[in-house]
């Protein structure tokens, strides 16, 4: 290569990374942009960031909103912590579930994950702001980068009542202190156990062929344990849901722990790719699960790995209980208990039994959780099991 080339090279390069910058420069002006004003405490802050479309929903990034307005935003796994004005809230990134140090909500769109940053809906953020830290956020009208001009007239605001989740989405109340496990014995005398039918509104869980889905079956079930487990013993029973309404994972479990139950039961149904595969499977909690929370990157919730330990084996105990009262009262096959990672036990201060109550996709067995007889002999089926850790004889486990 000549010098004269090689010169004509260099400024050929030169050019068209001016030109590049150029355009750039030229994107930004017109990028649109948002701006927020918040009152948290006395000071009024302000915030102006980008707008992101997400199939065609307009999004901003929740990290550096909070960070503008002098909060920490930290991500971890599969949620963020956003620490503002004295309060802590945690969000699920492909979620819509919402646990803060003043409660636990839901909101409209799922929180989205791009790099290091967390993304909430524009519609979310004053809702967000009001129901985690009481802070109320000004939205500003949408313009390009450098002007945001204060919406002027009333302003949108997203009521309470529109959000999915809790029937009465304030009745939560703040999140309890976190305690070693309660033995389920101390049932006995008085108590509380909750109930958690699986699934529910737009998440309908599996679907057998004949159209029964399992949000309605574990409905069914929990209504009717509830009734078998007060009339068999002098404690409360308490629902998670009792109607067909969203309920994430994590309101589930905060419920539970906000009312000091000694027992959580999450009700669901089972499903295979097996259509042969039928009868009953009860889960319980794993100690990696328990003690780091390492579904979702939660903090450790236990300094101590005895009472997580106490927790499991407990649970154990009820579930294997529980296989005993359904196999008497079913005479379904029984396909063992076993430990999982389901996010409902993830933070719990008691027991918990996940109950698959059947395979909806087994035709026979399908009809047969249909019908309300075969679902009164569930409930009472789990209600015995139930009743057999309280007075102390619980069912020995199989030797393998």
């Known amino acids: 290569m000549t010098r004269r080339s090689f010169f004509a090279l260099v400024l050929t390069a030169f050019l068209c990374l001016s030109a590049l910058h150029e355009t750039n420069a030229a994107g930004a002006a017109t990028r649109p942009m948002a701006s927020f004003q918040a009152s948290v405490g006395e000071e009024s802050r302000t915030a102006t960031v980008e707008l992101i479309d997400q199939d065609g929903a ?10 503008q307005l002098k909060g920490e935003c930290s991500l971890f796994a599969a949620r963020g912590q956003v620490d503002l004005g004295g309060q802590t809230a945690w969000v699920h990134v492909n979620g819509v579930g919402v646990n803060s140090s003043l409660g636990a909500f839901s909101i409209r769109k799922p929180v989205l994950r791009e790099g290091d940053s967390l993304l909430m809906a524009m519609a979310d953020i004053e809702a967000f702001f009001e129901r985690a ?28 009542d529109d959000l999915p989740g809790f029937d009465e989405p304030d009745a939560l109340g703040p999140f309890p202190t976190i305690k070693p496990p309660k033995e389920v014995s101390a049932l006995a005398q008085s108590g509380v156990i909750v109930v958690d039918p699986g699934h529910g509104g737009s998440d309908q869980g599996a679907e057998g062929r004949g159209g029964l889905t399992e949000k309605e079956l574990t409905l069914a079930v929990a209504l009717k344990l509830q009734q078998a487990l007060q009339k068999m013993l002098n404690v409360n029973v308490l629902l998670t849901r009792g ?79 529980i296989a005993g009262g359904l196999s008497q009262a079913t005479d379904a096959a029984e396909r063992g208990v076993r430990q999982s990672r389901c996010r409902v036990f993830e933070g719990l201060n008691m027991p918990g039994v996940l109950v698959e109550v059947g395979c909806l996709t087994n035709g026979a067995e399908e009809a047969l959780l249909e019908t309300e007889a075969y679902q009164d002999l569930v409930a009472q089926g789990i209600a015995e099991g139930i009743q057999r850790i309280i007075t102390g004889s619980p069912r020995e486990e199989p030797v393998p």
Do not use: C
Not at 58 to 67: A, E, I, K
Not at 287 to 303: E, I, K, R
């Open 133 to 160: 830290f009481r802070i109320t956020v000004r939205q500003a009208r949408a313009t390009s980068a450098g002007r945001a001009d204060a919406r002027e007239g009333r302003r949108e605001r997203v009521r309470s």
């Open 243 to 321: 109607k067909d309404v969203l309920l994430p994972a994590e309101a589930r479990s905060h419920f539970a722990n906000y009312h000091d139950a000694a027992l959580l039961v999450s009700i669901h149904a089972g499903a295979s790719y097996a259509t042969v595969a039928h009868g009953f499977e009860l889960f319980i909690p794993t100690d990696d699960v328990a003690l780091t929370g390492a579904l979702s990157g939660t903090p450790s919730m236990f300094t101590d790995p005895a009472p997580v330990q106490a927790r499991v084996r407990q649970s154990r105990e009820v579930a294997t209980a």
């Open 58 to 67: 307009p999004y901003v990034s929740l990290t550096s909103l909070v960070r």
